[in-house]
Protein backbone atom coordinates (compact mmCIF):
# COMPACT_ATOMS: atom_id res chain seq x y z
CA UNK A 1 0.00 0.00 0.00
CA UNK A 2 1.33 3.27 -0.61
CA UNK A 3 0.37 4.68 2.36
CA UNK A 4 -1.54 8.10 2.81
CA UNK A 5 -0.18 10.58 0.20
CA UNK A 6 -0.44 14.27 1.08
CA UNK A 7 0.17 16.87 -1.96
CA UNK A 8 1.95 19.59 -2.44
CA UNK A 9 4.45 18.75 -0.55
CA UNK A 10 5.39 22.02 -0.44
CA UNK A 11 3.71 25.26 -0.63
CA UNK A 12 5.02 28.82 -0.77
CA UNK A 13 1.82 31.87 -1.54
CA UNK A 14 1.58 35.11 -0.60
CA UNK A 15 -0.88 36.47 2.39
CA UNK A 16 -4.33 37.12 1.16
CA UNK A 17 -4.05 33.70 -1.69
CA UNK A 18 -6.11 30.74 -1.54
CA UNK A 19 -4.48 27.40 -0.67
CA UNK A 20 -5.38 24.12 -1.27
CA UNK A 21 -3.96 20.92 0.77
CA UNK A 22 -5.25 17.37 -0.74
CA UNK A 23 -4.99 13.91 0.90
CA UNK A 24 -5.34 10.16 -0.27
CA UNK A 25 -6.04 7.87 2.94
CA UNK A 26 -5.64 4.47 2.92
CA UNK A 27 -7.89 2.35 1.02
CA UNK A 28 -10.50 1.08 3.59
CA UNK A 29 -9.48 3.16 6.29
CA UNK A 30 -12.72 4.77 7.40
CA UNK A 31 -11.37 7.84 9.35
CA UNK A 32 -9.57 10.58 8.23
CA UNK A 33 -8.06 13.53 10.06
CA UNK A 34 -6.42 17.10 9.49
CA UNK A 35 -3.55 18.21 12.03
CA UNK A 36 -1.35 20.95 11.93
CA UNK A 37 2.00 21.65 13.61
CA UNK A 38 3.62 24.41 14.54
CA UNK A 39 6.88 24.77 17.30
CA UNK A 40 4.80 27.24 19.18
CA UNK A 41 1.68 24.77 19.67
CA UNK A 42 2.67 21.49 18.52
CA UNK A 43 0.45 18.72 16.66
CA UNK A 44 -3.30 20.25 17.09
CA UNK A 45 -6.30 18.06 15.21
CA UNK A 46 -8.33 20.68 13.12
CA UNK A 47 -10.92 17.95 11.87
CA UNK A 48 -12.07 14.55 11.61
CA UNK A 49 -14.20 12.71 9.29
CA UNK A 50 -15.72 9.09 9.76
CA UNK A 51 -17.29 7.73 5.96
CA UNK A 52 -16.86 10.91 4.48
CA UNK A 53 -19.00 13.04 7.52
CA UNK A 54 -17.14 15.44 9.41
CA UNK A 55 -17.47 14.44 12.86
CA UNK A 56 -15.87 17.24 14.84
CA UNK A 57 -14.76 21.06 13.56
CA UNK A 58 -14.25 22.38 16.53
CA UNK A 59 -10.05 22.71 15.91
CA UNK A 60 -10.70 24.58 12.92
CA UNK A 61 -9.18 28.01 13.69
CA UNK A 62 -11.70 30.15 12.11
CA UNK A 63 -13.89 30.48 9.16
CA UNK A 64 -11.20 31.17 6.13
CA UNK A 65 -10.58 26.91 6.85
CA UNK A 66 -12.99 24.97 5.62
CA UNK A 67 -12.57 20.83 4.59
CA UNK A 68 -14.34 18.73 2.50
CA UNK A 69 -14.72 14.97 2.05
CA UNK A 70 -16.11 14.07 -1.63
CA UNK A 71 -15.47 10.55 -1.42
CA UNK A 72 -13.66 7.51 0.34
CA UNK A 73 -10.32 8.62 -1.25
CA UNK A 74 -9.49 12.20 -1.08
CA UNK A 75 -9.88 15.45 0.80
CA UNK A 76 -9.23 18.85 0.66
CA UNK A 77 -8.13 21.45 3.43
CA UNK A 78 -8.39 25.16 1.83
CA UNK A 79 -7.42 28.17 3.25
CA UNK A 80 -9.11 31.35 1.91
CA UNK A 81 -7.67 33.98 2.59
CA UNK A 82 -4.10 32.84 4.10
CA UNK A 83 -2.47 34.73 6.24
CA UNK A 84 1.26 34.20 7.80
CA UNK A 85 0.60 32.81 10.83
CA UNK A 86 -0.90 29.78 9.16
CA UNK A 87 2.50 29.06 7.88
CA UNK A 88 2.88 25.67 9.67
CA UNK A 89 3.25 22.07 8.08
CA UNK A 90 -0.62 20.33 7.44
CA UNK A 91 -0.53 16.54 8.34
CA UNK A 92 -3.41 14.41 7.07
CA UNK A 93 -4.07 10.70 8.79
CA UNK A 94 -6.21 8.15 8.31
CA UNK A 95 -7.43 5.14 10.44
CA UNK A 96 -9.54 1.86 10.15
CA UNK A 97 -11.02 2.15 13.37
CA UNK A 98 -11.33 4.72 16.43
CA UNK A 99 -11.75 2.26 19.23
CA UNK A 100 -9.43 0.76 21.53
CA UNK A 101 -5.42 0.40 21.18
CA UNK A 102 -5.99 1.95 16.96
CA UNK A 103 -3.13 3.47 14.95
CA UNK A 104 -3.21 6.34 12.74
CA UNK A 105 -1.13 6.31 9.75
CA UNK A 106 0.25 9.98 8.81
CA UNK A 107 1.31 11.16 6.00
CA UNK A 108 4.24 13.07 5.20
CA UNK A 109 2.92 16.58 5.55
CA UNK A 110 2.35 20.04 3.37
CA UNK A 111 5.18 22.66 4.31
CA UNK A 112 2.96 25.76 4.53
CA UNK A 113 4.49 29.17 4.49
CA UNK A 114 2.65 32.28 3.49
CA UNK A 115 4.48 35.29 2.98
CA UNK B 1 -3.90 22.19 33.85
CA UNK B 2 -3.18 21.06 30.15
CA UNK B 3 -4.71 18.00 28.55
CA UNK B 4 -1.64 16.50 27.83
CA UNK B 5 1.78 17.67 29.07
CA UNK B 6 5.21 16.47 28.32
CA UNK B 7 9.44 17.88 29.09
CA UNK B 8 9.96 18.80 25.87
CA UNK B 9 13.67 18.18 26.81
CA UNK B 10 15.97 17.64 24.94
CA UNK B 11 17.49 15.33 26.46
CA UNK B 12 20.69 14.18 25.81
CA UNK B 13 21.98 11.09 26.93
CA UNK B 14 25.10 8.70 25.08
CA UNK B 15 24.61 5.57 23.63
CA UNK B 16 23.89 2.77 25.74
CA UNK B 17 22.57 5.00 28.43
CA UNK B 18 18.75 3.85 29.75
CA UNK B 19 16.69 6.71 29.45
CA UNK B 20 13.04 7.49 30.79
CA UNK B 21 9.93 10.56 29.75
CA UNK B 22 6.66 10.86 31.35
CA UNK B 23 3.91 12.39 29.84
CA UNK B 24 0.83 13.60 32.48
CA UNK B 25 -2.66 13.79 31.44
CA UNK B 26 -5.43 15.65 32.75
CA UNK B 27 -8.62 13.49 31.65
CA UNK B 28 -9.11 10.72 33.73
CA UNK B 29 -11.47 9.24 31.77
CA UNK B 30 -9.15 8.58 29.33
CA UNK B 31 -9.05 4.44 27.98
CA UNK B 32 -5.78 4.18 25.59
CA UNK B 33 -2.54 5.36 25.38
CA UNK B 34 -0.45 5.56 23.03
CA UNK B 35 3.61 6.42 21.86
CA UNK B 36 4.38 8.21 18.74
CA UNK B 37 7.99 8.58 17.53
CA UNK B 38 8.27 11.34 14.99
CA UNK B 39 11.86 12.03 12.82
CA UNK B 40 13.12 16.05 12.24
CA UNK B 41 10.93 17.02 9.68
CA UNK B 42 9.15 13.27 8.49
CA UNK B 43 5.66 12.42 9.93
CA UNK B 44 4.51 10.92 13.36
CA UNK B 45 4.37 7.13 13.35
CA UNK B 46 3.25 4.70 16.36
CA UNK B 47 6.15 3.42 18.51
CA UNK B 48 4.01 1.32 20.58
CA UNK B 49 0.39 1.34 22.47
CA UNK B 50 0.42 1.50 26.07
CA UNK B 51 -1.64 -0.77 28.09
CA UNK B 52 -3.17 -1.07 31.62
CA UNK B 53 -0.78 -3.75 32.08
CA UNK B 54 2.12 -2.54 30.65
CA UNK B 55 3.82 -2.94 27.39
CA UNK B 56 7.45 -3.96 26.52
CA UNK B 57 8.80 -4.48 22.70
CA UNK B 58 12.58 -4.95 22.78
CA UNK B 59 14.61 -2.19 24.16
CA UNK B 60 11.02 0.08 24.79
CA UNK B 61 9.11 -0.25 27.69
CA UNK B 62 5.84 1.62 28.29
CA UNK B 63 3.85 2.14 31.59
CA UNK B 64 0.27 3.66 32.47
CA UNK B 65 0.28 5.02 36.22
CA UNK B 66 -3.74 5.76 36.01
CA UNK B 67 -3.62 6.88 40.15
CA UNK B 68 -0.99 9.70 39.08
CA UNK B 69 -2.51 10.04 35.18
CA UNK B 70 0.69 9.56 33.68
CA UNK B 71 2.25 7.46 31.10
CA UNK B 72 5.50 7.03 30.74
CA UNK B 73 8.06 5.10 28.31
CA UNK B 74 11.37 3.88 28.62
CA UNK B 75 14.39 3.19 26.52
CA UNK B 76 17.09 0.96 27.37
CA UNK B 77 20.61 0.49 25.63
CA UNK B 78 20.00 3.55 23.21
CA UNK B 79 21.09 3.86 19.70
CA UNK B 80 22.12 6.93 18.09
CA UNK B 81 18.93 5.77 15.69
CA UNK B 82 16.63 6.41 18.59
CA UNK B 83 17.46 9.91 18.22
CA UNK B 84 13.88 11.89 17.91
CA UNK B 85 10.78 13.31 19.14
CA UNK B 86 8.14 11.32 21.46
CA UNK B 87 4.88 12.05 21.38
CA UNK B 88 2.29 11.02 23.96
CA UNK B 89 -1.38 10.36 22.78
CA UNK B 90 -4.24 10.33 24.65
CA UNK B 91 -7.41 9.94 23.83
CA UNK B 92 -10.23 13.00 24.79
CA UNK B 93 -12.68 12.11 27.49
CA UNK B 94 -15.06 9.43 26.77
CA UNK B 95 -13.93 9.46 23.22
CA UNK B 96 -11.02 7.67 21.26
CA UNK B 97 -10.23 11.27 19.67
CA UNK B 98 -6.31 11.97 19.95
CA UNK B 99 -4.94 14.59 22.01
CA UNK B 100 -1.30 14.55 21.12
CA UNK B 101 1.62 16.31 23.81
CA UNK B 102 4.04 18.73 22.75
CA UNK B 103 6.68 15.94 22.42
CA UNK B 104 9.97 15.41 24.24
CA UNK B 105 13.29 15.52 22.50
CA UNK B 106 15.58 13.31 22.82
CA UNK B 107 19.22 12.89 21.32
CA UNK B 108 21.65 10.48 21.64
CA UNK B 109 25.16 10.82 20.79
CA UNK B 110 28.61 8.50 20.34
Excluded at chain 1, 62 to 84: G, Y
Excluded at chain 2, 49 to 63: H, I, K, L, M, P
Aim: proline share 8%; glycine share 8%.
Amino acid sequence: DAGVIQSPRHEVTEMGQEVTLRCKPISGHDYLFWYRQTMMRGLELLIYFNNNVPIDDSGMPEDRFSAKMPNASFSTLKIQPSEPRDSAVYFCASSPILAGPYEQYFGPGTRLTVT
Amino acid sequence: RKEVEQDPGPFNVPEGATVAFNCTYSNSASQSFFWYRQDCRKEPKLLMSVYSSGNEDGRFTAQLNRASQYISLLIRDSKLSDSATYLCVVPSGGSYIPTFGRGTSLIVHP
